[in-house]
């Protein structure tokens, strides 16, 4: 294999869609398992679409999802003159011509083949141009677009890695453009000589992408420029097997982090989409990257379109959850505690030390970072309602507020509140009183936190510490008195 060079060339014009990541990912994992180069380019030649602020959110993704590129950004818009050159190259070697075709003239072509229910071909009008009438209607102010001269008859084929040989006729491949009127290249035409000039090998893009390939062989060919090697890889598609859209939930990384996911859960759940890291191995299906590295080839990039599934990928988030470094998690979950109004936008450090101290408690249930701030609230406010459900378990059994009451006495005598001690007291009472633990745990848990489940009573009640657990108790058990049975 030659040295492997590979690139993603998204178009900014909208954040970074979960497809283009995933076509991302998979280029990254292909040169880092051939010690290759990942080459950034950003493909922004739509001056009318391509906007600053969607290249600085695709490039913010990338890093936050860890997809660090070797080379670039190489944006096409400071290239023009580049692909002007192989244009004019092109036409004097009379590969490619000039066409002075009207906007209503090609409008007026395109609405008869709809009408005759044909796909509609350039007919090829400005081919036989001669020189002189090409400079006539150039002083006369007309700006030509530029068309490369293709093959009538025959087939182009494409070499694919992972589909194989795909031919394509080509009488059903017109003369198209390569050059517009207004000076802008073609993304076929810009990025075959990108390509060529970035030294890429391997061209690995996304299945919708095929229909292009002719189009960029023929212009290679044209420029004499050698093929680099072709993989398509498989659509991702909606639960209903439609394409993926808005309508189907997050669609963008910005969006999936702004929701609590972590990268590292979204690059395992997307190398997934397509990719098949071999059940022969004994592989489970959370792998790291660096893991994925060691197993990623393209031989098993499948070919049919794979479906998208956000129940899997939440389960995944939570797995990770629960082994992420807790300093790391810490970090990532702040602004969700923030916006929540647990934390301030700058806390201290006895603010973040408790915070480690919550999220080590709570993690173990929740599924994303928003669900590990909301699960949080009871270690952040007194203000709670009782749930319903858990109250009329908990708290209507005859002589709950007398154990309450009992329970509060026995740890306001206590000198140290670990959750050791505190687990001795309950296991005691229970004992001495002939009670099952469940009908003091629970009214007891009901009333510090609110809930009817979660984490260990006793973890929970050494964070709350004595003062607001001994608090909390004492107003449910006067609550409970005060109810009318």
């Not at 009538?152 to 992972?162: K, N, Q, R």
């Not at 080509?170 to 035409?189: A, C, E, H, M, V």
């Amino acid at each position: 294999m030659t040295k492997v060079r590979v690139r993603f060339a998204p178009s900014p014009t909208g954040e970074l869609h979960i497809g283009g990541a995933r076509t991302a990912l998979f280029n990254y994992l292909f040169a880092r398992r051939n010690s290759g180069t990942f080459v950034l380019r950003i493909d922004d030649t739509d001056l009318e679409r391509s906007k600053e602020e969607y290249t600085e959110k695709l490039m913010e993704a990338l890093q936050w999802l860890g997809l660090e590129w070797d080379e670039g950004p190489f944006y096409q818009s400071n290239r023009l003159n580049e692909y002007i050159s192989e244009v004019n190259r092109l036409v004097a070697e009379k590969k490619a011509y000039r066409c002075y075709c009207s906007v209503d003239e090609l409008a007026a072509g395109r609405e008869l083949a709809r009408k005759e229910n044909r796909a509609y071909l350039y007919p090829g009008t400005c081919r036989q141009h001669f020189p002189e009438e090409d400079d006539h209607r150039s002083k006369a102010g007309i700006k030509p677009a530029i068309r490369l001269l293709t093959p009538e008859d025959g087939e182009t084929i494409v070499y694919d890695l992972i589909r194989g040989e795909v031919h394509f006729d080509n009488r059903g491949l017109d003369d198209f453009i390569i050059l517009k009127s207004n000076g802008q290249p073609t993304y076929n035409f810009a990025s075959v000589v990108d390509d060529l000039q970035l030294k890429i090998s391997h061209v690995i893009r996304a299945e919708e992408h095929l229909s292009n390939t002719p189009r960029q062989v023929l212009c290679a060919m044209a420029l004499g420029y050698q093929l680099p090697t072709y993989a398509h890889v498989p659509m991702i598609l909606a639960p209903d097997r439609s394409k993926l859209s808005k309508r189907h939930g997050a669609t963008s990384v910005e969006e999936f982090r702004n929701l609590g996911f972590l990268p590292e859960a979204l690059i395992n759940y997307m190398a997934l989409l397509g990719w098949s890291p071999g059940a022969e191995d004994g592989v489970s299906e959370l792998i790291g990257i660096e893991h994925m590295i060691e197993l990623f080839s393209l031989a098993r990039v499948g070919k049919t379109a794979a479906v998208y599934d956000t129940d899997k990928l939440t389960w995944m988030n939570g797995q990770y959850l629960r082994e992420y470094d807790l300093d790391r998690l810490a970090e990532a979950a702040r602004p969700f505690f923030i916006k929540h109004g647990f934390l301030r936008e700058n806390p201290g450090e006895m603010e973040l030390h408790f915070l480690k101290a919550v999220i080590a408690v709570v993690r173990e249930r929740a599924k994303t970072l928003i669900e590990l701030a909301e699960k949080s609230f009871y270690f952040y406010s007194d203000d709670f309602a009782y749930d319903q459900k858990a109250l009329d378990k908990a708290f209507k059994n005859k002589g709950v507020a007398a154990i309450l009451l009992d329970i509060a006495g026995l740890l306001k005598a206590l000198n140290t509140f670990d959750q050791n001690v505190t687990e001795t007291v309950f296991n005691e009472y229970c004992a001495k009183n002939n009670i099952s633990p469940g009908k003091v745990i629970q009214p007891v848990r009901l009333a510090i936190t609110g809930l009817g489940g979660g984490p260990g009573l006793f973890e929970i009640m050494e964070l709350l510490g004595p003062a607001r657990t001994i608090r909390r108790i004492q107003q449910a058990a006067a609550s409970i008195r005060n109810t009318p049975q």
